[in-house]
């Protein structure tokens, strides 16, 4: 019975020691690192100056992604253009030379020159417009794969062209090649005054630029110097784009930023003569599908924008906040940290080897009892268990049904002990998330933004109406190859190749003056019969439905009154409009009513708040005097807003819409020094809270609770319970504890066999 004892001593002995693995140590440890780590994080963290905000910099950025899209999206339109007009014109019957470039400069006025010439001979048929630069054409390699690839050609002036090409082939006639040419400006791109725009080519060199010319009203020397510096600067940032270009995509954004889908960023450069510096983005020409490819991004194209700002010398913030604040949070973790040790550690660990003490058999010395909770009800018990051991007799209830009276400590337990210190811990963190860095009505917003804002809502409006105007003027090439000779299977036909080639209509169909469909393609006219809306040639339909129907109407020549129809996607429309960085975006009409959005909108129905309508308002009173578009930045109780709004300008069948692009975000949504300091702030405040909720209640779960447990089962052994057997939850300090108080169970059950053992004899005798 010795022997098995001892073995068993020594078992949970064993145990003991491993378990200081474990228990509370491990999550008091991980507090006070992580109140270090955070500590330093957050002196390292605050106080930084930002002379150029990064908000202006990641605005650049989008700028020239605005432009990267507007130039590849008019590249492969012009392209698609011409490869559609050549094998509609193929489709039909044999006309001349003059005759095609004639009915296709009378549909698209887009080209800068164009000509036809004899393929075999080299003779030029036709031309119009500037001279097409024909001795850069190779007419005998247009057999190969690449024959017919757009192409750039460097004139003697200095400028670049683009040369697309077209077949143009009819039975019993000499082929012929259709060449247009047009210039590298990037189209529709709202500069502004202090803007400055080029293509750059694959090997760094600018194509084209636009913006650097210098104020007629001031030609000092002083402006031109700065105009040749701004120059110089362009061409190197064009130099470093066209090294960046070639990078993987996905390495020049953050994770999960989504947006642009090729190659984009932002550089900035070395001050001007006025002071301000120089502030550039560029973006590689990419597809509008991921990994996708088309005629425009295999030039190797990228635009580059440069903008002028003015640097903030200003400091947004004390720049010892960030030291005061970090020593704060090490005396307070400090005392936190000290509370935990002295309170909850301290006592348990002396309660694990006094229970040790008790169970190897040394019984002379009194329990030291701790002060406050379940650590004193334990250390009471405890010391109730060594008296008795020592012989002194077993409370009532000795009989096992522990019914003795327990002992409690003072009311504060182990629970109310972390609460302190999560109470000590929320000192420092609940200022940091509520209080402290607050961007308030001192917030400076950088007047680039709200011009930026102003400068890409015209850009994205020049994009939509571009966009309608096109498919307007494919409709009219569609009317006008159709003529009166086409019939009814020979207009299908037109209409599908027309439908695969441009995604931007639903359906397309041939109207007769009568409301009859005489051919369609793709989905079914929600309305065929609906009267055209007076002459206007893009009306809108569906009021008060749930999607607005946007009509372009093209009347057939020779056909009374016959017309071509074309709905327009909505989708097509809603995606022209998803930039990043802009926020939310509206295309409303005359009447301010919303008909599309890039985010979820109700059609028709009026803007969320007024003063947007107010800008709309305002921005189209003078829009017969100027045509450029509007920008403000809000300051009310709505919070502080950049907005703006771009009426419809230039020419074209969609100027008669009478449409407004409006756009607006929070400033708080922009990376601008004071709210940059503000949700450092907050998060350094989350983190002080995180850390205090996690190892506090990693605390709570691994010794509180089982403390609490463990200290209703030690009064119950000390008032008489011997039946109970206790088990241990966790192989750690409390865990320890349980096993030494089972082993005094034990013990004591032993002792009041050996002691009833001599009453049990003499009574048989």
């Not at 339109?77 to 050549?86: F, G, N, P, V, W």
């Not at 057999?143 to 003697?156: C, N, T």
């Not at 800008?615 to 809000?634: D, I, M, W």
């Not at 108080?741 to 032993?750: H, I």
Request: with cysteine.
């Amino acid at each position: 019975m010795a022997v098995s004892s001892a073995k068993r001593r020594h078992k949970v002995r064993k145990r003991a020691d491993m378990s200081l693995l474990g228990g509370i140590r491990p999550p008091i440890a991980v507090l006070s690192a992580l109140l270090l780590a955070l500590a330093g994080l957050t002196a390292l963290g605050f106080g930084k100056t930002e002379a150029l905000p990064k908000a202006v910099r990641i605005s650049q950025q989008h700028f020239a992604e605005d432009g990267a899209i507007a130039l590849r999206a008019s590249l492969d339109e012009s392209i698609t253009d011409l490869d559609r007009t050549a094998s509609l014109f193929n489709a039909g019957d044999p006309v001349s030379a003059d005759t095609v470039l004639d009915k296709l400069g009378n549909v698209y006025q887009k080209w800068r020159g164009s000509a036809i010439v004899e393929i075999k001979s080299g003779k030029l048929l036709a031309a119009r417009g500037e001279n097409v630069p024909l001795l850069a054409v190779d007419l005998q390699k247009l057999s190969d794969e690449d024959g017919l690839a757009p192409r750039m050609v460097r004139l003697e002036n200095g400028e670049t062209r683009l040369l697309t090409f077209a077949l143009l082939s009819w039975e019993g006639r000499p082929q012929q090649l259709l060449i247009t040419s047009n210039s590298l400006k990037v189209p529709g791109v709202s500069l502004g005054k202090f803007r400055a725009i080029a293509v750059v080519d694959a090997g760094g060199t600018v194509l084209s630029s636009d913006g650097l010319q210098a104020p007629e009203e001031d030609d000092s020397d002083t402006v031109k110097g700065e105009i040749e510096q701004t120059k110089k600067q362009l061409r190197t940032f064009a130099r470093d784009s066209a090294k960046k270009a070639g990078q993987n995509p996905l390495t020049t954004k953050e994770p999960g930023s989504g947006g642009f889908l090729g190659v984009s960023g932002s550089m900035t450069g070395t001050k001007l003569i006025s002071g301000e510096r120089p502030v550039a983005g560029y973006a590689t020409l990419a597809a509008p599908e991921a990994g996708g490819s088309t005629d425009a991004t295999s030039l190797g194209l990228s635009v580059v924008t440069l903008v002028t700002v003015p640097e903030n010398t200003s400091r947004v913030n004390d720049p010892m906040f960030g030291l005061w604040s970090a020593g704060a949070l090490l005396v307070i973790g400090a005392l936190a940290v000290a509370l935990l040790l002295g309170t909850v550690q301290g006592p348990l660990l002396r309660l694990f080897l006094e229970s040790r003490r008790l169970t190897r058999g040394d019984l002379t010395r009194p329990v030291t009892v701790p002060r406050f909770g379940e650590a004193r009800r334990i250390g009471d018990a405890l010391e109730q268990l060594r008296l008795q051991l020592l012989g002194a007799p077993a409370p009532d209830g000795s009989t096992g049904t522990g019914g003795g009276k327990r002992r409690r400590g003072r009311r504060v337990g182990t629970r109310a002990l972390l609460a302190g210190g999560g109470i000590l811990l929320l000192i420092w963190s609940a200022p940091m998330m509520l209080v402290l860095n607050r961007a308030g009505d001192t917030l400076v917003v950088p007047q680039q933004l709200v011009s930026d804002q102003r400068d890409r809502t015209d850009t994205v409006t020049d994009r939509v109406r571009r966009a309608l105007n096109e498919g307007y003027a494919d409709l009219l090439s569609v009317a006008t190859l159709i003529g009166d000779q086409t019939g009814a299977g020979d207009m299908t036909t037109v209409l599908e190749r027309t439908m695969t080639e441009h995604p931007r209509y639903s359906s397309l169909y041939v109207l007769s003056p009568d409301g009859t469909v005489l051919a369609q393609a793709g989905d079914s006219p929600a309305d065929p019969g609906a009267k055209r809306p007076g002459n206007e040639p893009i009306a809108v339909l569906g009021d008060g439905s749930k999607e607005p129907r946007i009509t372009g109407y093209a009347e057939l020549p020779g056909r009374d009154g016959a017309l071509v129809v074309g709905q327009f996607r909505i989708d097509f429309l809603n995606s022209l409009l998803k930039r990043p960085g802009l926020g939310q975006v509206r295309i409303v009409d005359a009447e301010h009513r919303v008909l599309g959005s890039n985010t979820g909108y109700r059609a028709f129905e009026k803007l969320p708040s007024a003063r947007l309508e107010s800008l709309v308002e305002a921005t189209n009173q003078k829009a017969g005097l100027s045509t450029r578009p509007s920008g403000v930045l809000f300051r009310d109780g709505e919070g502080v807003q950049l907005a703006a709004a771009a009426p419809f300008a230039g020419g074209g069948a969609a100027k008669s819409l009478g449409w407004t692009v409006v756009s607006w975000q929070p400033a708080s949504a922009l990376a601008i020094p004071e709210y940059s300091a503000q949700n450092r702030t907050v998060l350094a405040g989350l983190l002080g809270v995180t850390a205090a909720a996690a190892c506090l209640g990693w605390l709570h779960i691994v010794v509180a609770r089982p403390l609490r447990a463990l200290a209703r089962q030690a009064e119950t052994l000390a008032d008489g319970d011997r039946r109970t057997v206790l088990y241990p939850r966790h192989h750690d300090e409390v865990g320890a504890i349980a096993r030494s108080l089972e082993l005094l169970r034990q013990q004591l059950q032993e002792q009041r066999r050996r002691d009833t053992a001599p009453t049990a004899l003499a009574e048989r005798i």
